[in-house]
């Protein structure tokens, strides 16, 4: 018998999970969807069938993948768990399992299994295949349009470590390019580096030494350079029993910029110093000989872990912003500046910009935050990183979106010229719309938005794949 969820704010409110799976055909729609928007919006998000057991963290949920079906004028929609080796055995017995994983028998480090995880992070399509993606595991392949379960990729040869989320399709080869991190065993600071072709063939996987363990979920690539910066989000076993997690802000060991030209050996990479503070999320980056322009979201320290000494961030270094950092690869220099003073998490762009100069970025921003609001994003904006301006919708405060998805008018239509997807919850009626907004006009509101009878819990990340 499934037993009531306990009382957490990670299983609260919107980041409560649902429990069932559903095909709804011809959603209601407000307003006009645009002629020729035609292919499919995926998301992914933690959702666990079963009441944990022991601490939960979101991160921890389990998959599920949404799926909206764009087609003449109608949309689809279909939600399904990613039927991982965990999701399938906690169904069969009722209850959440917790994943076993082999230590070695001499050194009593926690070995990796690439093919157990929670595919809960993201999902993108690539080499003609619908990805969901967790960065401890190897992609897990999904059917694009039922969303049934395929199984975990088995690339030949094998991946050598982990596949981040946050993986970069280059838009001019359609490579893409991703990583791995602590890939020996749970703690341990080798990382990897993978190029796979569009065809989703491995060209490399190439294992690297960074200078300390961390959990690193995203990285960027320019047209000449591959960067991995490190922020001291480090592991440590010890303090899962002295602050109840392994990983903490460890502001000590400082943050290292690995630093590695586009098809250099792994040999190559150097590692420079960058300021203490954290990122998760990258909103672009591009390189003009040696000087590389980066566009973060930058908190003080990492929001949602402890610090080192087990105490928690405050409020205001829990706070993200968008911040441009100009990096001299040669000389090691970095100079930074805000471009918006507003908290916001989960900027995406033109990604036919991906690695180029861009002018577009697209985010999900609470110029309006309070404390116990669970850290909703309430507005999606649009930045004009040329010239700072920028233009905003407002869900309405209480009502929470997501990461908004850019997808372009055309294949040659100018940068920015498009649509922005995402989907909203409403506190009030407890349900979640899909909403349709002109890119470059965010501030008139949606142009289009479906409807569902129910919600879609906080989740992460998602992407379009167009038909
Ligand atoms: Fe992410």
């Known amino acids: 018998m499934a037993q009531p969820f306990p009382n957490h704010p990670q299983l609260r409110g919107n980041y409560a999970p649902i429990n069932f799976e559903t095909s709804i055909q011809d959603l209601v729609i407000e307003g006009d969807l645009p002629e020729g928007l035609s292919g499919s919006l995926y998301r992914n998000g933690p959702n666990p069938k079963y009441a944990p057991v022991g601490p939960y ?82 992609p897990f392949q999904v059917e694009p349009h ?14 050598a470590g982990a596949m981040t989320a946050h993986p970069k399709i280059d838009p001019k080869t359609g490579e893409l390019h991703g990583f791995g991190y602590m890939t020996e065993y749970a703690g341990s600071s080798l990382m990897t ?45 010890a303090r899962a029993a002295s602050i109840g997690s392994p990983f903490a802000f460890d502001a000590a060991a400082g943050t290292k910029i690995g630093v590695l030209k586009r098809g250099a050996p792994v040999t190559d990479m150097r590692w420079i110093e960058g300021p203490l503070c954290f990122v998760f999320h990258y909103q672009n980056a ?125 294949k040659t239509s100018a940068e920015g010229i498009g649509w922005l997807l995402a989907t909203i919850y409403k506190h009030e009626s407890h349900t979640s719309d899909l909403v349709v907004l002109e890119a470059a006009s965010v501030a008139s509101g949606p142009v289009a938005t479906a409807r569902l009878d129910h919600r879609i819990p906080f989740g992460f990340h998602g992407s379009w794949r167009q038909n």
């Open 146 to 159: 039922s969303l049934a379960s395929i199984g975990y990729c088995s690339q030949q040869p094998p991946l």
């Open 57 to 138: 963290h979101w991160f921890g949920g389990d998959g599920m993948v949404h799926a909206f079906h764009f087609n003449e004028g109608r949309i689809d929609y279909v939600n399904r768990w990613v039927e991982t080796p965990k999701h399938r055995d906690e169904i069969a017995v009722g209850h959440s399992v917790a994943r076993m994983r082999k230590t070695d028998p001499e050194t009593g480090n926690v070995l990796p299994d690439r093919q157990n995880g929670l595919a809960n992070t993201h999902i993108i399509w690539h080499g003609e295949q619908l990805l969901a993606l967790d960065e401890g595991s190897h």
């Open 286 to 410: 591009w390189n003009e000989g040696e000087l590389i322009t980066l566009d973060t979201i930058e908190f003080a320290v990492a929001p949602n872990f402890p610090l080192a000494d087990g105490s928690l961030p405050s409020y205001a270094d829990a706070q993200g912003k968008l911040v441009r950092w100009h990096l001299n690869v040669k000389s090691g220099e970095i100079r930074r500046e805000t471009v918006l003073e507003v908290a916001a998490e989960f900027p995406r762009i033109d990604e036919r910009y991906t690695a180029s100069r861009y002018r577009h970025g697209y985010i999900a921003a609470a110029s309006t935050r309070q404390r116990g609001d669970g850290g909703l994003f309430h507005e999606i904006t649009q930045i004009d990183m040329q010239s700072g301006e920028t233009q905003t919708w407002d869900a309405g405060v209480g009502n929470g979106v997501s990461e908004p998805v850019f997808v372009p008018k055309s």
């Open 193 to 237: 580096y993978h190029v796979l072709d569009k065809e989703g063939r491995v060209i490399r996987s190439d294992q690297f030494e960074a200078p300390y363990p961390a959990m690193v979920h995203d990285f960027v690539i320019t047209q000449d350079y591959v960067l991995f910066p490190l922020f001291p989000l480090t592991f440590d076993m």
